[in-house]
T-cell receptor, first 112, second 116 residues
Framework: AQSVSQHNHHVILSEAASLELGCNYS??????LFWYVQYPGQHLQLLLK??????LVKGIKGFEAEFIKSKFSFNLRKPSVQWSDTAEYFC??????????FGKGTRLSVIA | GAGVSQTPSNKVTEKGKYVELRCDPI?????LYWYRQSLGQGPEFLIY????????DSGLPNDRFFAVRPEGSVSTLKIQRTERGDSAVYLC??????????????FGPGTRLTVL
């Protein structure tokens, strides 16, 4: 069965600090990879996705993620976080047009 | 346009009672998903509809859980004989479905179920 591991449960950063959230998945075949974000009091929203092609994917709000197939990883990055990035971030995977398998999430708190 | 809506937003019930949770997907979306999110966890898949039929119900935890989508639009998740462990946020998502290509799932706000 597929699984997704997010190793950071809670990350606290100061504004302007750089961010990297880890995501590893277990699945031997081709996968589609996603990062979702949930801002306080809001719905889950898609941040970025990888299907194929360039392994460096750019998403909304300055976020990017890099797919490293040999490491089964899809880490999320942002060079300079803002207070408004405070949210919960979920990594997810699906091998095709099937339900998503989510990680447990990483709570990001950005302090001024 | 309107997004995915879920009602009620909060539901408090007593152990042993029956509950129904409703999901209104985005108009025109043929695929509909139910997920459950417990405290400190990511969403976990429950059931997936393609049109009116359940394409995959492998995530339903036991036979107390059942979902329907009779007209291929609105879906209802039904939980019988609720238990305290059923307390969670129940999320619904919908997407356009076209062949084997992945299509973005749009999530609703969820229903927070509390079983006392």
């Amino acid at each position: 069965a597929q699984s997704v591991s997010q190793h950071n449960h809670h990350v606290i950063l100061s504004e302007a600090a750089s961010l990297e959230l880890g995501c590893n998945y277990s699945y031997g075949g081709t996968v589609n990879l996603f990062w979702y974000v949930q801002y306080p009091g809001q719905h889950l929203q898609l941040l970025l996705k990888y299907f194929s092609g360039d392994p460096l994917v750019k998403g909304i709000k300055g976020f990017e993620a890099e797919f490293i197939k040999s490491k089964f990883s899809f880490n999320l990055r942002k060079p300079s976080v803002q207070w408004s990035d405070t949210a919960e971030y979920f990594c997810a995977v699906t091998p095709g047009n099937t339900p998503l398998v989510f990680g447990k999430g990483t709570r990001l708190s950005v302090i001024a | 346009g309107a997004g995915v809506s879920q009602t009620p937003s909060n539901k408090v019930t007593e152990k042993g009672k029956y509950v129904e949770l409703r999901c209104d997907p985005i108009s025109g979306h043929t695929a509909l998903y139910w997920y459950r999110q417990s405290l400190g966890q990511g969403p976990e898949f429950l059931i997936y509809f393609q049109g009116t039929g359940a394409a995959d119900d492998s995530g339903l935890p036991n036979d107390r859980f059942f979902a329907v989508r009779p007209e291929g639009s609105v879906s209802t998740l039904k939980i019988q004989r609720t238990e305290r462990g059923d307390s969670a946020v129940y999320l619904c998502a919908s997407s356009i479905q076209s062949g084997n290509l992945y299509n973005e799932q749009f999530f609703g706000p969820g229903t927070r179920l509390t079983v006392l």
